[in-house]
């Protein structure tokens, strides 16, 4: 491998924080060996005191370009800052509520982005939204889709953005903190279908009409076949349902998950938390569901 390869297939990177405690370093490793790919520690500087931070310099390496671009996403999204800083990268928008494709979609943990050698701390941080830069004011926004306007600067790809993810406290919890979910009822679920598929054939058999009232939980289960099976079949007449089944059902067809998780496999996929706004993003784009279909 010659020397210019070298210096595109590796990029390095730093990360400040609580690194053990928190596990952000052990994340950012677990993210690049999934990845298959190659990272080197060169500087590790452990807080000494419970408030100091840890510091750490890491060489990330991939196979090519595209391999070290997609770990580079999932280690900036861990709290990792590229060591050779580049402003954040904007596209003017075109059409009201319309992103550009290679948006940024915001997580709800703080966020930074740089411009003209300095970092600028986005407001009003929401997950899932867009972050709007004003050039003349140096400062950054998140907004939901519906916000963005014709001429705004929207933020895309990943460099020149830091996140500061969430750290584990290191004093004052209770020992039973973490486990204060509570669980849901159990239910006689196989005898309630075999009793739904008996009302649904008698229903039939007596020229009557269903119709089912559905939300993403349909998409989420992976029973979108078997329901558009129930319709082709004729046991179901009609279909009522909000903008959830909506937008979960059209991001099913486009990238195959439900908010970002692989339907199939049961799987988060990478940088899936991206998808249900470009899911979004496609329908405003195509301007209705008869045209996206």
């Not at 929401?126 to 830069?133: E, F, T, W």
């Not at 996140?163 to 486990?179: K, N, S, T, Y």
Request: positive net charge; charged residues 25%.
């Amino acid at each position: 491998m010659t020397k210019h390869n070298l210096k595109r297939l590796t990029r390095e990177i730093e990360v400040k924080g609580h690194l053990i405690d928190s596990m952000i370093l052990t994340k950012i490793f677990d993210r690049v060996m999934d990845l298959k790919g190659d990272f080197v520690v060169k500087d590790f500087r452990i807080g000494r005191g419970k408030k100091d931070h840890s510091y750490a310099k890491l060489a990330i390496t991939g196979r090519n370009k595209s391999h070290l671009d997609k770990m580079l996403q999932e280690i900036y999204r861990a709290g990792g800052v590229a060591v050779e800083l580049q402003n954040v990268e904007c596209v003017k928008v075109k059409k009201d509520f319309v992103l550009p494709d290679n948006f940024y979609s915001t997580t709800n943990n703080p966020t930074f982005v740089y411009s003209n050698k300095k970092w600028i701390k986005v407001k009003n941080q929401m997950m899932d939204k867009a972050i709007v830069i004003d050039v003349k004011k140096q400062t950054a926004t998140c907004r939901m889709l519906r916000n963005v306007q014709k001429d705004d600067y929207v933020v895309v790809g990943e460099d020149g953005i830091k996140i500061i993810p969430p750290e584990r406290p290191r004093e004052g919890l209770d020992a039973f903190q973490f486990m204060s979910s509570h669980t849901s009822t159990e239910k006689p679920i196989q005898s309630l279908s075999l009793k739904i598929a008996k009302d649904l054939i008698s229903i039939r058999n007596k020229n009557g009409k269903i119709i089912v009232v559905g939300g993403p939980a349909i998409v989420h289960t992976g029973a979108v076949g078997p329901l558009s099976e129930l319709i082709k079949l004729g046991f179901v007449q009609g279909l009522l349902a909000g903008n959830a089944l909506l937008i979960h059902d059209v991001e099913n067809s486009l990238l195959h998950t439900s908010l970002g998780v692989d339907i199939e496999k049961g799987s988060f996929t990478s940088m899936g938390h991206r998808n249900h706004i470009i899911a979004v993003n496609e329908l405003f784009k195509a301007g209705s569901v008869k045209k996206i279909v």
